[in-house]
């Protein structure tokens, strides 16, 4: 297991380490929960499980990119906000042609990264207030065009819903929802990229050090609005999702605290704050362990459902202070072979 992980990822010991510990967290969490309430494990219970992993998973790789640049993304969910009510009240309300708002719903997100990646690096404004006023801006923007009304779908597109709400049969009584297929190619193509291409490593590098990799020749700045381009452009796709599966969405809440559930599975799954580390497969892993713990509050101990922000915290908490003390322990450690 263990050598199939460092090969996936192309990480190091200890980060193949780590994953293989959340993992092993997450299969006592689920075992815990199944035993606890048989019905965890009922067909309905596990599909709608995996697809809300899926849709928050392709969050946390948008999210993680950014997190690796050393940067933070507080947008999300605004910007899941801005096309999951955009695209309904644009078909429905104002009968604009769908291929058109579906273009928009993936062109207008990558078009916000591109101006969070251009103040960032251009104007040298820090990642957090960027991403903190956009994400005031994108949903004040959608209440404002929306006037707060409620938008959906009704009983149209259902062909096009079946992308979020579809699912391939398995085996009797039981299918993979296609979110999830769209969560692996996804998967796939970033952790390709991050583990296999020269612009992956130049995102590690510039997150180790981002002098010494500018310094080396790498273009940092493309690189970090790049991060940002491909973040927002997969925040688009989740709302659009998100919204293809519900079928409704208010634009007071819609997407309420997303970016914390993305950026709590990215550090769960082995993303340090400080950049420079981070893998795809740790980061599905963290979203999987975020959603079990929420279904085993519904499920298992029905007095702690409001304490799911509660654990995201912890999660994000901990997250913190394990990188804070791994880097002690590495700086120790070289300290200690410098000596010899």
Same mark, same amino acid.
């Given at each position: 297991?263990?050598?199939?992980?460092?090969?996936?990822?192309?990480? +190091? &010991? $200890?980060?193949?380490?780590?994953?293989?510990?959340?993992?092993?967290? @997450?299969?006592?969490?689920?075992?815990?929960?199944?035993?606890?309430?048989?019905?965890?494990?009922?067909?309905? *219970?596990?599909?709608?499980?995996?697809?809300?992993?899926?849709?928050?998973?392709?969050?946390?790789?948008?999210?993680?990119?950014?997190?690796?640049?050393?940067?933070?993304?507080?947008?999300?969910?605004?910007?899941?906000?801005? #096309?999951?009510?955009?695209?309904?009240? @644009?078909?429905?309300?104002?009968?604009?042609?769908?291929?058109?708002?579906?273009?928009?719903?993936?062109?207008?997100?990558?078009?916000?990264?591109?101006?969070? %990646?251009?103040?960032?690096?251009?104007?040298?404004?820090?990642?957090?207030?960027?991403?903190?006023? %956009?994400?005031?801006?994108?949903?004040?923007?959608?209440?404002?065009?929306? %006037?707060?009304?409620?938008?959906?779908?009704?009983?149209?597109?259902?062909?096009?819903?079946?992308?979020?709400?579809?699912?391939?049969?398995?085996?009797?009584?039981?299918?993979?929802?296609?979110?999830?297929?769209?969560?692996?190619?996804?998967?796939?193509?970033?952790?390709?990229?991050? *583990?296999?291409?020269?612009?992956?490593?130049?995102?590690?590098?510039? %997150?180790?050090?981002?002098?010494?990799?500018?310094?080396?020749?790498? *273009?940092?700045?493309?690189?970090?609005?790049?991060?940002?381009?491909?973040? &927002?452009?997969?925040?688009?796709?989740?709302?659009?999702?998100?919204?293809?599966? @519900?079928?409704?969405?208010?634009?007071?809440?819609?997407?309420?605290?997303?970016?914390?559930?993305?950026?709590?599975?990215? #550090?769960?799954?082995?993303? /340090?704050?400080?950049?420079? /580390?981070?893998?795809?497969?740790?980061?599905?892993?963290?979203?999987?362990?975020?959603?079990?713990?929420?279904?085993?509050? *519904?499920?298992?101990?029905?007095?702690?459902?409001?304490?799911?922000?509660?654990?995201?915290?912890?999660?994000?908490?901990?997250?913190?202070?394990?990188? $804070?003390?791994?880097?002690?322990?590495?700086?120790?450690?070289?300290?200690? +072979?410098? +000596?010899?």
């Amino acid at each position: 297991m263990k050598q199939f992980i460092s090969k996936f990822i192309g990480s +190091q &010991s $200890e980060g193949a380490k780590r994953i293989l510990g959340i993992f092993v967290l @997450l299969m006592v969490v689920y075992i815990v929960t199944a035993i606890i309430n048989p019905n965890f494990v009922g067909a309905y *219970n596990q599909e709608n499980l995996i697809r809300r992993t899926s849709l928050f998973g392709i969050l946390g790789i948008g999210v993680a990119l950014v997190i690796i640049t050393g940067g933070i993304d507080l947008s999300l969910g605004s910007v899941v906000c801005l #096309v999951g009510v955009g695209v309904p009240w @644009l078909i429905t309300d104002q009968g604009w042609a769908p291929w058109i708002v579906l273009i928009m719903a993936i062109v207008l997100p990558m078009l916000i990264g591109l101006s969070h %990646g251009l103040l960032i690096t251009k104007l040298r404004l820090q990642p957090f207030i960027v991403t903190l006023c %956009g994400l005031l801006i994108y949903r004040g923007v959608t209440r404002g065009f929306t %006037g707060d009304q409620t938008a959906g779908f009704g009983n149209e597109l259902k062909g096009l819903r079946w992308i979020a709400t579809g699912e391939i049969p398995l085996f009797p009584g039981f299918g993979i929802p296609f979110p999830a297929i769209i969560l692996i190619v996804i998967a796939v193509a970033v952790g390709i990229f991050l *583990n296999r291409t020269i612009y992956g490593r130049y995102l590690l590098a510039l %997150g180790n050090n981002e002098e010494a990799a500018k310094f080396s020749g790498i *273009n940092t700045d493309r690189m970090i609005t790049l991060a940002y381009v491909i973040c &927002s452009g997969l925040a688009g796709l989740a709302g659009l999702l998100f919204v293809l599966d @519900l079928n409704l969405a208010q634009p007071v809440d819609f997407g309420n605290f997303y970016e914390l559930y993305a950026i709590a599975a990215a #550090v769960l799954g082995g993303c /340090s704050l400080r950049g420079g /580390s981070g893998t795809i497969l740790g980061v599905i892993i963290g979203t999987a362990l975020l959603r079990v713990l929420r279904n085993m509050m *519904n499920m298992a101990f029905l007095g702690f459902q409001r304490a799911e922000f509660a654990v995201i915290g912890a999660v994000i908490l901990g997250g913190v202070i394990v990188d $804070e003390l791994a880097k002690r322990a590495v700086a120790k450690k070289r300290a200690a +072979q410098k +000596q010899k």
